[in-house]
């Protein structure tokens, strides 16, 4: 199979966060602006697809479905550009500091500007793209954006929101999860766009998506009692804590006990030096800097021989930036959680 492990997927979401955790303030908060903008486009798209009345009357269930298998867009743009949003890093954060990589003020550090800079880019987008742009300002369009958000704050409880966050989170960190372990593209692709379906599909509560859609009615002059207090008390407090609950304790923790707790994982990579360090991909290539920059840039091992910097058991010598940077050497414990990691 071409995949990581289980177990080589958490030690690399150990090293995620571990990196993450090191990342510059600055380039953090704007890291998670990009994650907040990127994931309302899914939303937006979500609510436009949702935008059809008689669906919503005759066959809502087939109607949120829909639109749940065109809103995986906003995190496959997440994912794949490396932007962060607060609720993966529930999961790299947790990992990483069981694992004694990082200290709990680093997880403290990374949730708080992770989560405020996903805000400043949802709002960004919410009411200069699609808010002053006019989006949703009319006819159909804007009573399904008042009416989901409502479906969204105003009619559950907050047990219930507490809940459904729960479940979104997991179901999106089991995504971000599988998509680490994949290892071309689109197996990536794949694997995010499944469980984010899934957790659209049952109505769950993502609190970064909810940055876009209930501040986007208020935006549009919804009615009481949906205003910005009864938003962050009814709806973002308990999507949060939902939210931290599932990537935190039913991804994070479970994973950490069952794969890396008591135990060293070795990814295939560490065996290699580190300015040689290779990434699987299939196909017997191996990458080669070329004096004219013409062509592939790959030949084939018959032309080359087997070097040193072959990967054992593996047909590709491809050279990857991946894994230099996510090489074994760069990541030690701590003695105590109460320390980073060097």
Not at 140 to 150: G, P, R
Not at 169 to 190: D, Y
Not at 201 to 213: K, S
Not at 313 to 342: L, Y
């Amino acid at each position: 199979m071409d995949a990581f492990t289980p177990a080589q997927t958490t030690e690399l979401v150990s090293r995620i966060g571990a990196k993450k955790a090191r990342m510059r303030i600055d380039k953090m908060f704007i890291n998670s602006f990009m994650g907040g903008a990127l994931i309302s486009f899914g939303c937006a798209l979500a609510l436009s697809t949702n935008t059809a009345p008689w669906f919503q009357t005759n066959a809502p269930g087939l109607i949120r479905t829909i639109g749940a298998m065109v809103f995986p867009v906003g995190l496959i743009m997440v994912v794949l550009t490396g932007a962060d949003l607060f609720t993966s890093y529930c999961m790299y954060s947790v990992v990483a500091l069981l694992h004694r990589r990082c200290s709990f003020l680093d997880l403290l550090k990374t949730l708080f500007v992770s989560f405020f800079g996903n805000l400043a880019g949802a709002l960004f987008f919410m009411a200069v793209l699609t808010g002053y742009g006019g989006t949703f300002e009319t006819g159909a369009y804007k009573e399904e954006a008042l009416a989901f958000a409502k479906a969204k704050c105003v009619t559950p409880e907050w047990h219930q929101i507490f809940l459904k966050g729960i479940l979104c989170n997991w179901l999106v960190c089991m995504a971000v999860f599988l998509a680490l372990s994949s290892r071309e593209i689109i197996s990536k692709i794949v694997s995010i766009w499944f469980p984010v379906m899934c957790f659209v599909g049952l109505g769950t509560d993502h609190v970064i998506a909810n940055m876009y859609f209930i501040p986007l009615a208020i935006f549009l002059g919804a009615p009481k009692p949906l205003t910005v207090s009864y938003y962050i008390w009814k709806s973002m407090i308990p999507s949060l804590l939902g939210n931290f609950v599932g990537g935190g304790l039913f991804t994070g923790v479970v994973y950490w006990y069952l794969f890396l707790a008591g135990q060293e994982v070795e990814i295939h990579f560490d065996t290699m030096p580190l300015d040689t360090a290779v990434y699987e991909q299939g196909g017997p290539l191996e990458h080669q800097i070329t004096a004219t920059g013409a062509g592939t840039g790959y030949s084939s091992r018959e032309e080359k021989g087997n070097g040193a910097d072959t990967l054992p058991h593996s047909g590709n010598q491809g050279v990857s930036g991946f894994a230099k940077d996510f090489h074994a050497r760069h990541f030690k414990k701590s003695n105590s959680a109460s320390e980073s990691s060097a």
